[in-house]
Antibody, heavy 118, light 110 residues
Framework: QVQLVQSGAEVKKPGASVKVSCKAS????????MHWVRQAPGQGLEWMGS????????NYAQKFQGRLSVTMDTSITTVYMELSRLTSDDMAVYYC???????????WGQGTLVTISS | QSVLTQPPSVSAAPGQKVTISCSGS????????VCWYQQFPGTAPKFLIY???KRPSGIPDRFSGSKSGTSATLDITGLQTGDEADYYC???????????FGGGTKVTVL
């Protein structure tokens, strides 16, 4: 079955960067786009960007252009999300989610809490 | 402010029906598929409806989706206490070249 296992919670200082990993298993890694979605405390879902593991091309939400980087390592079927220049507004749970087509997200990771604290 | 508009909350008694609306525009719902997600507190969202009306395996037929023009709807019939959760609609926006979500709707079973 499809499994997406994310790295553990992070505590970062303002201005720092965070890198979250998402280990995929149970399906053909290169066959499906992977998205990153975040959710601030008490707030809704916010799409950040996606990667095509087949070609490595990425697409980022305008809001995150310039400080978001989504990469992958096909040898270990893992996708990474790196967000730089963190502020308190970036405190959220970050999810990876596998695309099923039509930008629908059929499988989700367990989420990674990123806390920003000086 | 979300690009897709949902009511903040809906409620009904057990066994009744609730309808959650999702309003968009010609660049998103008007030309692309809509999906729906269910989220319980402290857990990841769960895939509920895709391609406007399709249910993944394991999702009961009490949950149904529809789309008309630039709006979509999620119906939950035979409401159960276990359906209390937040529900989000999502779609691709061709103008933004981005996935967009509604602000979420909290379903309360009275």
């Amino acid at each position: 079955q499809v499994q997406l296992v994310q790295s553990g919670a992070e505590v970062k200082k303002p201005g720092a960067s965070v890198k979250v990993s998402c280990k995929a298993s149970g399906y053909s890694f290169t066959g499906y786009y992977m998205h990153w979605v975040r959710q601030a405390p008490g707030q809704g879902l916010e799409w950040m960007g996606s990667i095509n593991p087949n070609r490595g091309d990425t697409n980022y939400a305008q809001k995150f252009q310039g400080r978001l980087s989504v990469t992958m390592d096909t040898s270990i079927t893992t996708v990474y999300m790196e967000l730089s220049r963190l502020t308190s507004d970036d405190m959220a749970v970050y999810y990876c989610a596998r695309d099923l087509g039509s930008s629908s997200m059929g499988s989700w990771g367990q989420g990674t809490l990123v806390t920003i604290s000086s | 402010q979300s690009v897709l508009t949902q009511p903040p909350s809906v409620s009904a008694a057990p066994g009744q029906k609730v309808t959650i609306s999702c309003s968009g525009s010609s660049s998103n719902i008007g030309k692309n598929y809509v999906c729906w997600y269910q989220q319980f507190p402290g857990t990841a969202p769960k895939f509920l409806i895709y391609d406007n009306v399709k249910r993944p395996s394991g999702i009961p037929d009490r949950f149904s989706g529809s789309k008309s023009g630039t709006s979509a709807t999620l119906d939950i019939t035979g409401l159960q206490t276990g359906d209390e959760a937040d529900y989000y609609c999502g779609a691709w926006d061709s103008s933004l070249s981005a996935v967009i979500f509604g602000g979420g709707t909290k379903v309360t079973v009275l």
